[in-house]
């Protein structure tokens, strides 16, 4: 089985659940092994929250029913815990507490960086799994097996080792606990991707939206194809797959939605039914004609 991790549980969520049903009532339009293990993001205006900022009110009512309506097609929520400025003093806070309590049912997932949370949700919350986070910026493949060794559900690999000749060296156990990012946004080593963390975390602290400029937000799905670390479908049905990687992370909770849907296509659906795929999506979640 191929897992793949959608981006941002909340705003896409109609389009994911829709999805997953499609993709049990129209299996053939699938490509056979692809299965939608789990969405990622966070709830509004979470502290803990980590890679990109995200201010918003919430119902608890409204985030359990969509904690449900994933849980039972089988899909993960999977929190991005990744604030890399969190301490102590932020471990009691309220709100990031109801998240997990709420979701706390042995099915949901929570990715961490930093050592202080971590080892908090582990005692205090043991039925969630771990996963190590690509905001850590391991940059060296010692550093990916080091982590590997660890006790996480999944490492989340730098994009950087993306079709290279060190990550199909790693061990087969290893390769078949590594996540790699599909279609990432941030271009190869990029020198101020540790910088944009730490803006993202100090901003969910203080509750204000950043001011950080991102480089490579103005884009096309058809240029992240051009990208040295892009893994294209193929290579994920032949090469990665037949090498025992298993675990795919989509981008995109800075996508647009032509990105996005763009994105889910191309990973997704067989090339004969992506035209139809693409209109019946536009049309029955998002209220628009293509």
């Known amino acids: 089985m191929l897992n793949y991790y959608f981006p941002d549980f909340v705003s896409n969520g109609v389009l994911i659940c829709f999805l997953s049903d499609l993709m049990n009532y129209r299996p053939e339009w699938f490509y056979e092994d692809a299965k939608i293990s789990a969405a990622y993001g966070s709830f509004g205006s979470c502290i803990w929250n980590g890679g990109r900022t995200f201010l918003a009110r919430n119902d608890s009512r409204e985030m ?5 309506e994933y849980n039972k097609r089988g899909i993960s929520v999977r929190y ?6 969190i301490e102590e003093k932020h471990l009691g806070d309220t ?7 709420i979701s706390n049912n042995g099915m949901n997932e929570a990715i961490v960086n930093t050592p202080v949370l971590e080892q908090y949700i582990r005692e205090k919350y043991p039925n969630f799994r771990l996963i190590s986070s690509t905001t850590k ?4 493949i010692e550093g990916l097996k080091e982590e590997l060794k660890k006790d996480y559900y999944l490492v989340v690999a730098d994009s950087v080792w993306n079709n290279t000749d060190e990550l199909f060296a790693l061990e087969p ?11 990432h946004t941030c271009e190869d080593n990029c020198p101020r991707r540790r910088a944009h963390y730490l803006d993202t975390g100090k901003c969910m602290l203080e509750f204000r939206n950043s001011e950080f400029v991102c480089m490579n937000i103005n884009f096309k799905f058809a240029e992240l194809q051009k990208r040295k670390n892009f893994i294209s479908a193929d290579a994920i049905y032949t090469k990665y797959k037949d090498a025992g990687f298993k675990h795919f992370k989509m981008d ?8 996005l849907v763009e994105s889910v296509v191309y990973y997704l659906v067989k090339p004969e039914h992506q035209d139809r795929l693409r209109k019946i999506i536009y049309k029955d979640v998002y209220k628009k004609e293509i």
């Open 80 to 85: 991005t815990f990744t604030n890399p400025l």
């Open 252 to 259: 995109g909770r800075c996508f647009s939605t032509e990105n």
């Open 137 to 140: 910026c391991i940059s060296t």
């Open 64 to 68: 359990r029913k969509l904690i449900e």
């Open 95 to 101: 709100f990031s507490n109801l998240c997990l309590e």
């Open 173 to 183: 156990d290893e390769r078949s606990r590594v996540e790699l990012i599909i279609d």
